[in-house]
């Protein structure tokens, strides 16, 4: 999955906001944020599982480990 950088840093943006302020994201969230299918939005979120940002459960995804400059660096 490629994205343009504009783009991974507004998922980026989301995903810290909320995780922030909610302590979980879920696929459909993210999808529904930004009118997308889950073909873009669960590779992201797999991402953020696979750089320890995020834990997956049953209810979404956990915040784990705020290293989001390791994201945007």
Do not use: K
């Not at 994205?3 to 994201?25: D, I, K, M, N, S």
């Not at 979120?45 to 390791?70: K, N, Q, S, Y």
């Amino acid at each position: 999955l490629l994205l343009r950088p504009a783009t991974y840093h507004a998922l980026v943006g989301f995903a810290r906001a909320t995780l922030e302020a909610q302590g979980t994201l879920s696929v459909a969230a993210l999808r529904d944020h930004f009118q997308t299918t889950r073909r873009i939005a669960l590779p992201f979120m797999d991402h953020l599982e696979a750089v320890g940002i995020t834990r997956r459960a049953e209810d979404g995804h956990h915040l784990l480990a705020p290293r989001w400059g390791d994201l945007l660096g």
